[in-house]
T-cell receptor, first 113, second 113 residues
C-alpha cells in the first residue's frame, strides 16, 4: 500500500521556466515531509523539508508547499536549470514511528537547455 | 566530513545464496536505516537501527536482517536469495530523530541470477 504517491513519472521543462513536482499522501498522521534529488549511480540527496505546522518553506530556488487538507505537497524550482535534471522523491514520516520515512516512486525531471 | 560509505558497490549472487552488505555512517550519526529501491516501487523501508537496537522494521520477510555495531556501522543480510531481491540497497544515516532526515550512501547494486 503506497502511502506516498508521485503520479507523474516524468516531467520536461525548458531552462529558466518553473518546474512543479507533485506528491500526494494518504496518512493524515504524517507530520514531516522531505524532498530528495537523485542522480544515476548516486544515493538520494536531501533537498528541502517542511513540517506540518507550516504551509511553505523556501531555500533559494526551491520552495515546498504543503496543503494538509488536500494531503498534497509540491516542490517548485524557479528558475529551472539543466543541472536540476534528476529523479525527485518526496518522503513523509509520522513522528510516532520515529525515523521511518515513506517514499514516493519518484518523478524524473528533465530540464531542456 | 566523510559521507555514508556502502560496500560493495556491486554484487552478483546466485539464487539461494546469502549476502551481507555493509554501511559506515557519518561520524557521530547513531541512526542507520536501510532501504530497497526497485523500478516502479520507489524506496521501500527495510529497517532502522539506533544505538545497536532495531527501532523500526518494514514489511519485508525474515530473510532480511540487519545489525548495528557499537561504532554505529551496520550490516544487512539477505539469506536464501530470490530473483526478486535484485535491487539497489541504500543505507542512510542520521543523528537520530525525525527532523534530521537522512544522508544516503551511493548504494549497493545487488543482482541475483
Amino acid at each position: 500500500d503506497q502511502q506516498v504517491k508521485q503520479n507523474s513519472p516524468s516531467l520536461s521543462v525548458q531552462e529558466g521556466r518553473i518546474s512543479i513536482l507533485n506528491c500526494d499522501y494518504t496518512n493524515s498522521m504524517f507530520d514531516y515531509f522531505l524532498w530528495y534529488k537523485k542522480y544515476p549511480a548516486e544515493g538520494p540527496t536531501f533537498l528541502i523539508s517542511i513540517s506540518s505546522i507550516k504551509d511553505k518553506n523556501e531555500d533559494g530556488r526551491f520552495t515546498v508547499f504543503l496543503n494538509k487538507s488536500a494531503k498534497h505537497l509540491s516542490l517548485h524550482i524557479v528558475p529551472s536549470q539543466p543541472g536540476d535534471s534528476a529523479v525527485y522523491f518526496c518522503a513523509a514520516s509520522d513522528r510516532n514511528t520515529g525515523n521511518q520515512f515513506y517514499f514516493g516512486t519518484g518523478t524524473s525531471l528533465t530540464v531542456i537547455p | 566530513k566523510a559521507g555514508v560509505t556502502q560496500t560493495p558497490r556491486y554484487l552478483i549472487k546466485t539464487r539461494g545464496q546469502q549476502v551481507t552488505l555493509s554501511c559506515s555512517p557519518i561520524s557521530g550519526h547513531r541512526s542507520v536505516s536501510w532501504y530497497q529501491q526497485t523500478p516502479g516501487q520507489g524506496l521501500q523501508f527495510l529497517f532502522e537501527y539506533f544505538s545497536e537496537t532495531q527501532r523500526n522494521k518494514g514489511n519485508f520477510p525474515g530473510r532480511f536482517s540487519g545489525r548495528q555495531f557499537s561504532n554505529s556501522r551496520s550490516e544487512m543480510n539477505v539469506s536464501t536469495l530470490e530473483l526478486g531481491d535484485s535491487a539497489l540497497y541504500l543505507c542512510a544515516s542520521s543523528p537520530g530523530g525525525q527532523v534530521y532526515g537522512y544522508t544516503f550512501g551511493s548504494g549497493t547494486r545487488l543482482t541475483v541470477v
